[in-house]
C-alpha cells in the first residue's frame, strides 16, 4: 500500500501527520539497511515512486517491537511539542552504551506562528513552504538515507540500539517522560574510533522541521562519494566534517 502525501498541509494536525509518517520511514530504512533486524520485521510499501520498508511489531524479534514502543513514545512528545532531538545509536557493548559506533539525530523545530517562510532561495524569500516543497524535500531525505546507507561500510555483526529524547526544556513539565522511556542525564556519546558527521537533509511543513544528521566512525565513510547525494544544481550540499558547528558541548567525544 502507498504511504500517501496530503494534498495540503493547511493544520498543525496534517503536519504532524507527515513528520510522524516520515520518521517512521526514516528510522525503518536507516535500520533495514544497516542490516539491524530481520527482513520478517518489515512491511513493504510504497512512498510515490519509491519502495520503502516499514518497522512492524514481530512477535519473533523482540527489538523491532521495543523500536516500536520507542517510536509512540517519540509522537506523544512530537505531538506535545516538547521533542527537540531524537538520539538513535548504535553499540557494540551491552554493558557500554555510552560508547557508540554510529548515531542518528532527528532535530524537531516548531513553528508557533504560523507558516513557516522558506529562507533557503533568495528569489522567493517571501513565499510561505508549499505542499509540494515538503513532498520534495521527504522524498530528497529518503533517497539519500537509501543511497548512504548502501555506500557506508557495514556495521559489526552484533549491535545493540538505544534512544534518548532530548526536550525543549523551557516548555516541557520537569516530571515527563513519554511511555516507554524513563528519565536520564544526557552526558553526550563516546566514540571509540575518530567519528565524521553528515547533514543528510531537512523537511519543512509550515508547522514543523525535521532535519536528519548522521555520525559515524570516519573509515566508514570512505566510500560516501558526497557528489551522488547532490541532486541538480539548485541543491545544497551536504555538509560533511569532524566537527560538528551544531554540537552541544555536551556532544560527541573521542575515547
Excluded at 136 to 149: D, F, P, V, W
Amino acid at each position: 500500500s502507498a504511504i500517501v502525501f496530503p494534498k495540503t498541509i493547511a493544520t498543525e494536525q496534517q503536519s504532524l501527520m507527515l513528520v510522524k509518517r516520515l520518521l517512521a520511514v526514516a528510522v525503518s530504512c536507516i535500520t533495514y539497511l544497516r542490516g539491524i533486524f530481520p527482513e520478517s520485521a518489515y512491511g513493504t510499501r510504497y512512498m510515490d515512486d519509491v519502495c520503502v520498508k516499514i518497522l512492524r511489531e514481530d512477535k519473533n524479534c523482540p527489538g523491532s517491537t521495543q523500536l516500536v514502543k520507542w517510536m509512540l513514545g517519540c509522537y506523544d512528545a512530537l505531538q506535545k511539542k516538547y521533542l527537540r532531538q531524537i538520539v538513535l545509536a548504535v553499540y557494540t557493548h551491552p554493558e557500554d552504551p555510552q560508547t557508540v559506533t554510529e548515531c542518528y539525530h532527528f532535530k524537531f523545530k516548531y513553528t508557533h506562528n504560523g507558516p513557516l517562510l522558506d529562507f533557503s532561495s533568495q528569489d522567493k524569500a517571501d513565499s510561505p513552504i508549499t505542499c509540494a516543497d515538503t513532498k520534495k524535500a521527504s522524498i530528497l531525505l529518503i533517497r539519500k538515507i537509501y543511497i548512504l546507507m548502501q555506500n557506508l561500510s557495514p556495521l559489526p555483526n552484533d549491535v545493540c540500539l538505544t534512544m534518548k529524547l532530548l526536550y525543549y526544556d523551557e516548555v516541557t513539565p520537569p516530571d515527563y517522560q513519554p511511555p516507554g522511556f524513563k528519565e536520564a542525564v544526557y552526558e553526550g556519546l563516546m566514540f571509540n574510533e575518530e567519528p565524521m558527521y553528515l547533514n543528510v537533509g531537512e523537511v519543512p511543513t509550515p508547522f514543523h522541521v525535521l532535519k536528519l544528521k548522521i555520525t559515524t566512525e570516519k573509515q566508514r565513510m570512505e566510500n560516501v562519494d558526497i557528489n551522488i547525494l547532490k541532486q541538480g544544481k539548485t541543491e545544497r550540499p551536504l555538509q560533511m566534517g569532524t566537527d560538528d558547528p551544531e554540537e552541544e558541548s555536551h556532544g560527541m567525544n573521542v575515547r
